[in-house]
């Protein structure tokens, strides 16, 4: 089983900090996926990305895969209370259907 | 509804007893996915099923743990002699085909606490 390293797992900043968050492995995936979820819900999918080196851009989150695909960056500049959550990111094992999580890296955005 | 739900939403039962966890996924959905998470903890994979077969169950911690599900519906988690480790909560997923870059939705889980 490949496995998923996050950090931080807890991140603790004010309103309009930037922040980033790292998922790493020593496995290639095909693809890796970044999830956000809320207390007492299942998590949501952001973005998926696919091909090394790979930039996507959702508002004020960017997301980027590592040109091996081994690791992945989440960025989220000027950070609002609403993005407090818990992000996983998830690999696409390359010949199965499942996905490997991360632990999560639980941020808080205080206002 | 449009999305996927799961009942109970939460479980108190005894160490020992049998639970039965249900998850309804979204309507025309061929693979349906079932993890666990522990507090503060990342998803751990447990069994997904294509259709009503499954070709996958290598996460079934135990054989204490086994699922099944009707055709293309509903599936039923079932967790026999349950633990104080059992407890966790239990999240269903589905998704249009079982490939892991598909959008895979996501019920808001059952959360199961053994006593």
């Known amino acids: 089983t490949q496995l998923l390293e996050q950090s931080p797992q807890f991140l603790s900043i004010q309103e309009g900090e930037n922040l980033t968050v790292y998922c790493n492995s020593s496995?290639?995936?095909?693809?890796l996926q970044w999830y956000r979820q809320e207390p007492g819900e299942g998590p949501v999918l952001l973005v998926t990305?696919?091909?090394?080196?790979e930039v996507k851009k959702l508002k004020r989150l960017t997301f980027q895969f590592g040109d091996a695909r081994k690791d992945s960056s989440l960025h989220i500049t000027a950070a609002q209370p609403g993005d407090t959550g818990l992000y996983l990111c998830?690999?696409?094992?390359?010949?199965?259907?499942?996905?490997?999580f991360g632990e999560g890296t639980q941020l808080t955005v205080n206002p | 509804g449009a999305g996927v739900s799961q009942s109970p939403s939460n479980k108190v039962t005894e160490k020992g007893k049998d639970v039965e966890l249900r998850c309804d996924p979204i309507?025309?959905?061929?693979?349906l996915y079932w993890y666990r998470q522990r507090l503060g903890q990342g998803l751990e994979f447990l069994i997904y099923?294509?259709?009503?077969?499954?070709?996958?169950k290598s996460g079934l911690p135990s054989d204490r743990f086994s699922a099944e599900r009707t055709g293309e519906s509903v599936s039923t988690l079932t967790i026999q002699r349950t633990q104080q480790e059992d407890s966790a909560v239990y999240l269903c997923?589905?998704?249009?085909?079982?490939?892991?870059?598909?959008?895979?939705?996501f019920g808001p889980g059952t959360r199961l606490t053994v006593t």
């Open positions: 998830a690999g696409d094992e390359t010949s199965g259907s499942r996905l490997t």
């Open positions: 997923a589905s998704s249009l085909v079982a490939r892991g870059t598909y959008e895979q939705y």
């Open positions: 099923f294509q259709g009503n077969s499954a070709p996958d």
């Open positions: 496995s290639v995936f095909s693809s």
């Open positions: 990305v696919v091909t090394g080196g």
């Open positions: 309507s025309g959905h061929t693979a």
